[in-house]
Nanobody, 125 residues
């Protein structure tokens, strides 16, 4: 059974940075398609970033391009989300997700089989 545990969330000022971590157990991260999504109350879960394990490429949501970076950490069996130049609209609960093969549905939450519990990110103005 694959288990995902996020960490690194917190409160930061506008323009600041945070680095989220998603530790994976039960399977090597090197054989999983990994992604980050975020959600605020009353809204649908929003795609943030994805990275394919088998040359599947790296993708970002339009609202975070150029500011966020998804980084695979095979030594730790984890994936990170480096978030720079944070804005108040980035405030959300951030979720890590994984699946064996997301295919072309890398930005669709329904494509992922495993989810973490989420970590809160709050950006103050």
């Amino acid at each position: 059974q694959v288990r995902l545990v996020e960490s690194g969330g917190g409160l930061v000022q506008t323009g600041g940075s945070l680095r989220l971590a998603c530790d994976v157990s039960g399977r090597t991260v090197a054989s999983l398609d990994m992604s980050w999504h975020r959600q605020t109350p009353g809204k649908e879960r929003e795609f943030v970033a994805a990275d394919g394990w088998n040359g599947g490429g790296t993708y970002y949501g339009n609202s975070v391009k150029g500011r966020f970076t998804i980084v695979r950490d095979n030594a730790r069996n984890a994936v990170h989300l480096q978030m720079n130049n944070l804005k108040p609209e980035d405030t959300a609960v951030y979720y890590c997700a994984a699946t064996r093969d997301a295919g072309y549905s890398y930005n669709n939450a329904a494509a992922y089989d495993y989810w973490g519990q989420g970590t809160q990110v709050t950006v103050s103005s």
